[in-house]
């Protein structure tokens, strides 16, 4: 078989196996369904983000006695959550962006699975395995220009998808799990500053019993032991939560940006490699 023969085959096959993905759909569904977990995680995160940085905006003027009846120390929350309250807005911006990328991912998805798409494809791909075999286009321009054609008809509809599909299995390969730990130990911090919250409120006022005001002073003087301890719980944590928000930002950057970006690059090198060996056959 002559090395002119074998290209022929090669992408004759290449022709037929992307009308056949295309037709089919299968790429398409794929690519929707690792965009929509990736969407869900995202919006999972956001969330997070966005109702962390509402508690912290409630505990900034929250004081919090140590002793009962606020003899003794009071300690404010918003000077142990200084540290991470600049940050958390920060980070509800970046989760915005990467929300809205994976969403826009989610569009072009239904873009690239377009019926028009798909013909243009299936007549592309027709026209280059014509001027492949029949003898009055199987010359140099011609067959150079139709296979031109089939690789960015192939670009067009399959890149968005194998760019969704492969960000995402290496996503899930080496990342899903600790973004899922750092999301749910800021949903631990967001619920612990939200108890503080409700604990610092003021109790209302209510006609009580001598033994109904006997039962909630006990209860306060019981509870006055556990402010120092919860307070130095939260400082590890919101020590913890600037560590997990920090690798939550690279962990969706680099999902969303960076890993796009290289398999972008790389599915373009691929095509003009092969463009480049078309105009040699």
Known sequence: MTRTLRHKLLWTLVAVLAVVAALSGVVDELGQQH?????????????????????????????????????????SLGQILDPINDLVERFSTVMLVATSSIGLQTVLLSITAWWGTTLALTIF??????????????????????VRLLLIALFVRFAVPLLVIGTNLVFDTFLVADQVAATTALETTRDQIEQLNEESRPPMLEDQSLVDRLSSMLDESLASVNPREQLDRLRARVSDSVEQIIDLIVMFVFQTIILPLVFLWLVIQLLKSLGERATRL
């Open 125 to 146: 791909a027709g026209y280059a395995v014509i001027a492949l075999w029949w003898k009055r286009l199987n010359s140099g321009e011609p067959r150079s220009l139709a």
């Open 35 to 75: 965009a929509t977990r990736a969407f869900q995680r995202a919006l999972v995160t956001f969330a997070v983000a966005r109702t962390l940085n509402g508690v912290i905006s409630v505990a900034q003027g929250t004081e919090l006695a140590i002793e009962p009846g606020g003899v003794g120390m009071v300690f």
